[in-house]
């Protein structure tokens, strides 16, 4: 018995002295290895097309005014919140390839500009239930917009890249608009 006493003090006094020398901050990150997280892989640039559907109108519509505008002239102040459909061609009712969810908030005063900040939520295929996030500055009145990737998920893990976005219909009484989103992806 005084064996397992003597065994169970020393125990308790390592403990002590284990949990003693505390964290102090400075140990929270560690370098890891590259190949646990498949980066070792080479690099491939992946490109597709999708069509991003934004319904203000209707019984259902994919997105909705959270926050109205200060001015209407601009949008400014403005946020809308979106499950938009994003689609093989232009018209709705083709494939849906997934979801855009995310959020626009008009972010300029002087023009139409909006801060986008959204995922693309693949539905189908290879990709599905992989996700790339793009977070940029979008003017809709410009022909041609540019918007980083900023990341993603599940294929497109560590993903970095952009898209282009080109209005392909608009309509001016109820704002509901089909996007052509051409988006290079980089990603493992």
Sequence with gaps: MAKVIIFLAVQILLL????????DGENFARTIDRKLLGLHRKEKLTHFKVYWHDI???PNPSSIMIQPPITNST??????MIDNALTAKVTRNSTLLGQAQGFYAGAAQKELGFLMAMNFAFKRGKYNGSTITILGRNTPFSEVREMPIVGG???FRFARGYVEARTKWFN???GDA?????CYVLHY
């Design 56 to 58: 203000l109108s209707g």
């Design 16 to 23: 002590t002295i284990v949990s003693s020398t505390g964290d």
């Design 178 to 182: 089909t996007v052509e989103y051409s």
């Design 172 to 174: 001016l009484k109820n």
């Design 75 to 80: 949008y400014f102040g403005g946020i809308n």
């Design 153 to 155: 998920s599940g294929l």
